[in-house]
Each structure stands twice: as C-alpha cells, then as structure tokens.
C-alpha cells in the first residue's frame, strides 16, 4: 500500500529533464499490454517481447508503434522474458526473469534476424546459464541480486544486468557475462554498477541498451547513460520521467534517437512507445 501511494503521489504530469528534446507517444496494440523488451531490427521496423505468462512470440513494429506482425518461436518457453538484444545476424531474447531469486533455468534464446523477417515461426538456439556466486535458490534479503530485467550484446559477448531486490537497499547492479554460443555457462561477475540510492521503484534497472559503447540503463523513472568501459563508475542520468510507470523496455536508434515502452497499469496507466528525439 505504501509503494502505492507513492506512486500516486508523483504519478500525474510526465516530463524529463536534461536537455532539449521532444517525445512523441503512440499506442501500443493491447497484444503488447506486458512489454519487456525492444529491440531494432532495421531501419523500419522494431521488435517486442512481454514479459512472464505469455506466449513464446515476438511482435513485430514500424516506428509509429503499429504492430506489423507476431512470430512464433516454436521451440522456446517465455518462463520471464526481460529484455532484446542483437548482433549484425540475431536477435537475443533473455529469459532472465527471476523476481524470487530462485530460478535453475536461466536462458537466452539466439534467433536469426532474416527469419524473424521472413517467417511466422522460427526455430532458436538456446543458451542456458547460472549465476557462478549464486549458492542459495533463493539467498538471504540483503543477497536478492538474481533477478535481471536488461541485457546487451558486446563484441562477443552478452552482458547481464541485475534488477536489484536487496533488502536492505544496496542500489547495486550485478553485472554478468557469458558467451553468444549456445550451450550451458556459468555467467561470470563482470562488474558492479551503482545506480543509485532511492530505491527499488526508482533505482531498479528494467532495461539497457548500447549504441556506439554508450550504454544506456532504464529505471521506472530515470534514464542514464556511460560508457561501457566505465561500468565501474557511477552513471550520470540525462532524464528524469516525473511520471512513474512501469518501463521496462528500450531501444537506442541513433544519439539522437531512443525508444522506451511501459506496461499498461490499471492505476498509473502505460501501454504506450515513447520516443525521444533532440
């Protein structure tokens, strides 16, 4: 209740901060009501996944947000689907949801880009993985650094990014890597990022992407970016949304463009893609 109201509270008006730039809202098609994940796959059209208890599809977009067309990927489960990544020949889908902290079947689906143009169903590749500090299903409060919500593709490898659930809070990321290669891996401790310190609703990574080693990483209500070499160091944000809703997704197009999408929720509202121009 008290998470609630809170949201209550700052939940009228949406504005950033930062610098000059416009946004531009469209409506997502209610096939997209949970979304979790964006991705671009060419200069015309994005991708777009939802999140725990849907179907194993990715939906198709042009950039107004219009839903072209959903693909099945026939071999595949969306146990907690959380986030899109590419290279110049897949697209990464994480199946990295873990809110308990307790989950053995982490994985990260590798499909082709020109089948997921071509066709309605596709085949994937699987990648599976386990964290190598995790030694309890679920650990203790203050340990509830398991569960993941971004992730990206960097040179040959992909990158994991907490969601942090500590209690108390620690605003910590825990950064993971493994290998673009299916097969089972432990994701090795790759770094830990500070977010920061407001909290869970705030500071809670829900998704990040890269463009030109500029990392970018989306919380409920702040936008920030570094670069990737520096993931060591504190971020500086360059938004702040006055309006939390439940962001949980993005896409960089360019540095002058980016997309980010919410869920739909009955009482703070969402379902929409965003974009950012400057």
């Keep these: 209740?008290?998470?609630?109201?809170?949201?209550?509270?700052?939940?009228?008006?949406?504005?950033?901060?930062?610098?000059?730039?416009?946004?531009?809202?469209?409506?997502?098609?209610?096939?997209?009501?949970?979304?979790?994940g964006l991705e671009q796959l060419n200069e015309t059209t994005l991708v777009a996944i939802n999140d725990s208890g849907n179907?194993?599809?990715?939906?198709?977009?042009?950039?107004?947000?219009?839903?072209?067309?959903?693909?099945?990927?026939?071999?595949?489960?969306?146990v907690d689907w959380e986030d899109l990544a590419r290279d110049d020949h897949y697209l990464y889908i994480g199946d990295i949801g873990n809110?308990?902290?307790?989950?053995?079947?982490?994985?990260?689906?590798?499909v082709k880009i020109n089948d997921i143009l071509s066709k309605k169903e596709v085949v994937a590749q699987k990648i599976s993985f386990y964290y190598s500090d995790q030694k309890e299903f679920p650990p203790q409060k203050r340990m509830l650094n398991y569960d993941a919500e971004g992730m990206?593709?960097?040179?040959?490898?992909?990158?994991?990014?907490?969601k942090n659930r500590t209690d108390p809070w620690t605003g910590i990321s825990t950064v993971y890597t493994l290998?673009?290669?299916?097969?089972?891996?432990?994701?090795?401790?790759?770094?830990e990022l500070y977010v920061g310190e407001q909290g869970w609703w705030q500071d809670a990574i829900t998704g990040v992407d890269i463009y030109n080693n500029q990392l970018y990483v989306l919380t409920y209500n702040r936008l920030f970016q570094l670069n990737i070499a520096d993931l060591d160091r504190s971020p500086s944000y360059i938004y702040e949304f006055k309006r939390v809703t439940q962001k949980e997704a993005i896409v960089v197009l360019d540095?002058?463009?980016?997309?980010?999408?919410?869920?739909?929720?009955?009482?703070?509202g969402g379902g929409n893609l965003y974009k950012i121009e400057k």
Excluded: W
């Excluded at 949406?14 to 209610?30: E, M, P, R, V």
């Design 1 to 36: 209740m008290i998470r609630l109201i809170q949201l209550l509270i700052i939940a009228f008006g949406f504005s950033l901060i930062g610098f000059n730039q416009s946004i531009t809202t469209y409506k997502l098609d209610a096939t997209l009501n949970e979304i979790s």
């Design 55 to 78: 179907e194993a599809e990715i939906h198709l977009l042009d950039l107004n947000g219009k839903l072209l067309k959903t693909v099945l990927v026939k071999n595949a489960t969306n």
């Design 99 to 110: 809110n308990q902290n307790k989950r053995k079947d982490l994985c990260v689906y590798k």
């Design 255 to 268: 540095k002058n463009t980016i997309y980010f999408a919410d869920e739909l929720k009955r009482v703070i």
């Design 179 to 191: 290998p673009k290669q299916a097969g089972t891996y432990k994701a090795k401790k790759y770094s």
């Design 152 to 162: 990206i593709v960097y040179k040959e490898s992909i990158y994991i990014f907490s």
